[in-house]
């Protein structure tokens, strides 16, 4: 595993692309120019790690777009040391973005080859999640709430309905949702019983998918 000056030079590249598409929070443009994304994908594929585009990894699933994973992180508008639940651990890479950024990161995902592959890989690299749960993150993390951000990276096709009660009155929930392709949506929570909705745009994520059984 190796990260060189050619890869830390075309980090910086895809940051200056994020800058013209309108990525502005300094903290997420500098993990962007920090997280080896191509270390996060399986060694063959180094020459996609750092384009602008989603990439399959194990159990067919994807490694999110640089841009949507900017976009998101930059809708927490993270301070040091806030608590973030992340759904979909998929390759850590968004996990590492928060990291970065200096977020205590909470993370789920539910297909257990990628949950111990990436675990593993976290190890590996040091980087140290608070928790990296095995598990169906429709319904939350609810013994480790309330978070001061949830963060969803996959299409969920309604909301799920758990994941609001577990965010801190301040906080805020970013989640796509969405059938086929989704609209980027936040709610921030402005009082224990109020929360205010915004929309941010089309995305297309992955489905989050809840387990039935
Ligand atoms: N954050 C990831 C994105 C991976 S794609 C990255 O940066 O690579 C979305 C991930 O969500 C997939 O790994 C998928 O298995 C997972 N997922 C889908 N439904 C889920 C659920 N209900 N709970 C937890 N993870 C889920």
Redesign the pocket.
């Known amino acids: 595993m190796k990260d060189t000056l050619k890869h830390k030079g075309m980090r910086n590249q895809l940051a200056n692309l994020l800058v013209e598409k309108g990525i502005t929070d300094r903290a997420v443009l500098k993990a962007i120019r920090t997280v080896p994304r191509h270390l996060?994908m399986d060694s063959g594929f180094e020459g996609h790690a750092y384009q602008d585009k989603a990439f399959p990894?194990a159990?067919d699933?994807?490694?999110?777009q640089p841009y949507t994973?900017a976009f998101q992180t930059q809708l927490l508008q993270l301070r040091p040391g806030m608590t973030v639940l992340?759904?979909?651990?998929?390759?850590?890479?968004?996990?590492a973005v928060l990291l970065h950024c200096g977020a205590k990161v909470y993370t789920?995902?539910?297909?257990l080859e990628?949950f111990k592959k990436t675990n593993l890989f976290f190890k590996k690299m040091h980087y140290r999640p608070k928790k990296v749960v095995f598990?169906?993150?429709?319904k939350g993390l609810p013994e480790e709430a309330p978070f001061d951000h949830i963060l969803v990276?996959?299409g969920a096709p309604e909301l799920p309905k758990a994941l609001l009660a577990q965010v801190k009155v301040g906080g805020s929930l970013v989640i796509p949702i969405g059938e086929n392709d989704q609209i980027m949506t936040r709610f921030l929570r402005t009082s224990e019983k109020a929360f205010e909705k915004s929309e941010y745009g089309n995305f297309k994520?992955?489905?989050?998918?809840?387990?039935k059984n």
């Open positions: 996060f990894i159990a699933q994807t490694i999110s994973v992340e759904i979909g651990t998929g390759s850590g890479y968004q996990t789920i995902e539910r297909q990628l598990g169906d993150g429709y990276t996959a994520f992955v489905p989050l998918l809840e387990n």
